[in-house]
């Protein structure tokens, strides 16, 4: 299969580019590069063998889409070019809609002219409403997004339903949990410019890089206080890509994560396992739009897909260290 990554030099993309051609695909990457380097494709090259093609170019730029398209000929596009901080998504909201929502429009224009029928899209845990019942299905309700982020994927997901509705398009809408970890090889993973996420945070203080981690409530009602997420390491989640577009058909919405929720003090203490020491960390006030609990359940993915994440806590917290000591290149704001 061949098969265009939009935002394919990003974290996500990068190890879904390394499963894909590991199956035997061939991948095009199309990303601007505002949020990862050109640099990425060599790690890929390292880890598979095959080095790919990278496009820079935007994804609101739909001649750039069209062109790209011609001549890389995709049976599918995989659509993980997007902004997504929570965070800076209040402060810059448009910026938000902007580039998520009128990057899939721009897009499925530039599918639909060149005749691509099949579409997988990065959705996300943050498109359900919170105050429901964990484990959530697929069936849970969506909606009352804490943040522009959110909301943009809820606004996505609408824009790719109505699309298949209307056209013959194949959509597959994976809604991931929380990706952590990295490639087993250290050759690529998570390099943001500045971290938004809890294990880039702890991965920090570890390296001495700051000087703790603020821990935002040990008063929610979970197992130790602080607030429980479903933490999916970044390889499990690119195979679930690699399942995705061997089942295209219609309509379809999976999550993807493990099932298994864990605390901020049980993701700390996985890293401290790792380190065979304590990671400083300071309890912090709650932070704005912050919920107890957030868990997927997995089991329409198990079933249809086949999908079943490999991978543990301390497997993440080992590789997220090992690919930092390999390659950090420590901008903190
Ligand atoms: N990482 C997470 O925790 C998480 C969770 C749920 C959903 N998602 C979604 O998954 C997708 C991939 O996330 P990621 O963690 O790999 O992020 P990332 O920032 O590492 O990758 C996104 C890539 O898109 C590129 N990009 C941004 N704007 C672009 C534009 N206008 N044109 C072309 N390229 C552009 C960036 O340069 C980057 O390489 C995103 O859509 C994100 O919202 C991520």
Same mark, same amino acid.
């Not at 939009?6 to 990003?10: Q, S, V």
């Not at 500045?194 to 996420?197: D, H, M, W």
């Not at 040990?218 to 979970?222: H, K, L, Q, R, V």
């Given at each position: 299969m061949r098969v265009l990554l939009?935002?394919?030099?990003?974290y996500i993309g990068s190890h879904t580019a390394v499963n894909l051609i590991s199956d035997g695909n061939k991948v095009l990457l199309y990303d601007n590069l505002s949020n990862s380097d050109a640099s990425v494709i060599n790690g890929i090259a390292a880890i598979t063998g095959v080095k790919p093609t990278l496009i820079k170019g935007d994804v609101l730029d739909e001649i750039g889409l069209v062109n790209a398209i011609e001549k890389f000929k995709p049976d599918a596009v995989i659509h993980f070019a997007g902004l997504k901080s929570v965070k800076e998504s209040s402060l810059k909201p448009l910026e938000y809609y902007s580039t998520n929502v009128g990057g899939i429009v721009t897009l499925l224009r530039a599918m639909l002219k060149t005749g691509v029928n099949n579409v997988v899209f990065s959705s996300?845990?943050?498109?359900?409403?919170?105050?429901?019942?964990?484990?959530?299905?697929?069936?849970g309700i969506v909606g009352n997004a804490a943040n522009p982020y959110g909301e943009t994927k809820i606004i996505c997901e609408k824009i790719l339903a109505d699309i298949w509705r209307r056209y013959s398009l194949n959509v597959t809408i994976l809604r991931y949990f929380n990706p952590i970890g990295a490639h087993p090889s250290a050759m690529i993973g998570e390099n943001p410019v %500045? /971290?938004?996420?809890l294990a880039p945070y702890i991965t920090e203080v570890a390296l001495g890089k700051r000087e703790y981690l603020g821990v935002f409530g040990?008063? %929610? /009602?979970?197992v130790d206080g602080t607030g429980v997420r479903d933490y999916i390491h970044v390889c499990d989640l690119a195979e679930g890509h690699s399942l995705a577009l061997k089942n295209m058909d219609g309509l379809k919405v999976y999550n993807l994560g493990t099932g298994k929720g864990s605390s901020v003090l049980e993701v700390l203490r996985a890293f401290c396992n790792v380190e065979e020491r304590d990671i400083p960390y300071r309890i912090m006030p709650r932070r704005e739009g912050d919920v107890a609990e957030l868990v997927a359940c997995c089991d329409k993915a198990k079933k249809e897909l086949g999908f079943a994440p490999v991978y543990n806590l301390t497997d993440m917290a080992r590789s997220c260290l090992a690919y930092a000591r390999k390659n950090f290149s420590g901008k903190i704001k």
């Open positions: 939009t935002g394919g030099a990003g996300s845990a943050t498109v359900y409403d919170s105050r429901q019942k964990m484990p959530v299905d697929e069936n %500045y /971290p938004n996420n040990n008063d %929610y /009602p979970t």
